[in-house]
Every structure is written in C-alpha cells, then in structure tokens.
C-alpha cells in the first residue's frame, strides 16, 4: 500500500490571517481597517519579511489538516514525537488486525534474502495474531456459554449467533491484547492538524536526507500540498539547509545547494 497524504482542510485565507495578526501588532487601527490594506502583493512581502525576521508567533494562527494513508507504525510513532499538533489514529483496539496490510521497506525488497525472511515472520505474525484473539474471545465466550464447542472458530461463529453485541465486546477485549504481537510494519491510518509554526519544524527536521525514507516521503507530500495552499507561507519551508548551513556536521549528506533547489521548485520537481 503507497503512503498517501490528503490536505483535507486549512485556515481559510491562511496567510492573510497571518499578515493581518502581524501587523496587529505593530498597528494603531483595528483589524478592520488592516484588512482593507491587505492586497496580495503586501500579504506576501509582509509574510516574508515576518520570515527573515523570525517573528514566527504569528504563524501559529494558521492550521492545516492531513490525511495520512499507508504508512508503518513505525512512521507513526515518529510524527507523534512532533508534541504541538493534534492526531485522531486508527485503532488497532477497534480495527481487526487479523488480515493487516504492511510495509516494506525498500532495503529489504532490494534484497530477495531478507525479503523472504520479512514476509515469512509477517506471515507467521498474521497467523499468530489470528489464534491469539480467537483464542482470548473464545474463552470470553465460554463464560457465558459453557456448552459452546472447543473449536475457537466454530465457537466464535455460534457465538455471534446467540449475542452479536456480546460479540463485539468480546472480540473488541481480544483485540486489545492479541495487538501486542501485530509489527511496527502494519499499516495504520492518521488525522493530524499543526500550525504553520510547528510544520517548519516538522519540514526542517524530515524534509532532511538524514530523516528515515518514510517519514521523509510523508513530509515532502505535506509540503507540496502546503505550497500549493499557501505559497508565500511555506515558499522557504524544507530542510535546515534551505535558511542557512546544514546542522549536521560531518553528518551532512553534502547536497546543501541540490536540496535548496528541490525544495524551491518542489512542486514541479521529482524527489531525490
């Protein structure tokens, strides 16, 4: 499954907003009156100017919303880590997990050897989780229905006939269990907002070539849907190499000017 990112709302003219709540602060006249001012070609001088100054409280009044689709719980464990934004995740207490998609990594598929030995555990995985989640269910079912048969399978099948909402309940506490087994490789589902403060962030530490390839391939995705929302908001947003020299170090992937170049002209432009 190919990781897909929706923009599925954002602040509503969200870089006038922005201009509009910086000159606030600079303004004797109220909001009404700044808005009036307002033409296209002031909001983008305004919001770049805000930029090279480093006055990016302002930008903390615009939000954007993503569907993220596709990805690893592995991935999702990292875009948590970024603390000012809002996430609604698929559950895997909720979700059956028993026929889960998963992700592979492009290493391993690279290499036929480990690829075999990462789809033989995956497998094993499935069929585990499977067995220990009927398993569990079953045995809630028993204490209800003593007399139901020993088979897991057929039990739960009678089950469900007898009491769908005992059922439910009942596969619902399995799940909550029988998950523990389920890899970091399953896909999961994720809804999260930020701020535009708190994307360049986020853009400056995943947009980097030293970000692990998945949460960089969700990264360059919210960008290019980013700039094309709000252009003059994000016109400089990418790696820390895109406002200065690279935080790296020795670390550095060395392709400062190539990144500069791609993030400026990513929305017409493959990824490295």
Not at 17 to 38: F, H, M, N, R, T
Not at 77 to 89: F, G, M
Request: aromatic residues 8%; contains cysteine.
């Amino acid at each position: 499954m190919a990781i897909k990112v929706n923009l599925l709302s954002h602040t509503p003219c969200p870089e006038q907003l922005v201009a509009a709540a910086a000159k606030l602060c600079y303004s004797p006249v109220g909001v009404d009156e700044i808005q009036k001012d307002l033409t296209p070609e002031k909001v983008d001088k305004f919001v770049n100017m805000l930029s090279e100054m480093g006055h990016e409280s302002p930008m903390e009044h615009a939000s954007f919303t993503f569907a993220i689709e596709g990805i690893s719980r592995a991935c999702s464990h990292q875009l948590v880590r970024h603390r000012i934004a809002s996430y609604s995740q698929q559950s895997q207490r909720y979700v059956d997990g028993k026929n889960f998609d998963f992700v592979t990594p492009p290493a391993i598929q690279d290499c036929p050897e480990a690829l075999a030995e990462y789809e033989k555990i995956i497998s094993m995985q499935g069929e585990s989780y499977a067995k220990i989640r009927d398993a569990l269910a079953a045995s809630i079912a028993r204490e209800k229905y003593p007399e139901l048969p020993k088979d897991n399978v057929v039990a739960l099948a009678e089950f469900k006939q007898l009491d769908k909402s005992a059922y439910s309940a009942a596969i619902k506490k399995a799940n909550e269990d029988a998950r523990f087994i389920l890899p970091n490789a399953c896909t999961t589902a994720i809804v999260m907002t930020m701020n535009t403060r708190s994307l360049w962030n986020f853009f400056a530490h995943r947009c980097c070539m030293r970000a692990q390839w998945e949460i960089r391939e969700v990264a360059i995705q919210m960008l290019k849907l980013c700039k094309q929302a709000a252009p003059s908001l994000f016109k400089n947003s990418g790696p820390s190499c895109m406002s200065g020299r690279c935080p790296e170090g020795k670390l550095s992937c060395g392709a400062a000017q190539e990144m500069r170049e791609y993030f400026t002209n990513l929305c017409n432009e493959e990824k490295p």
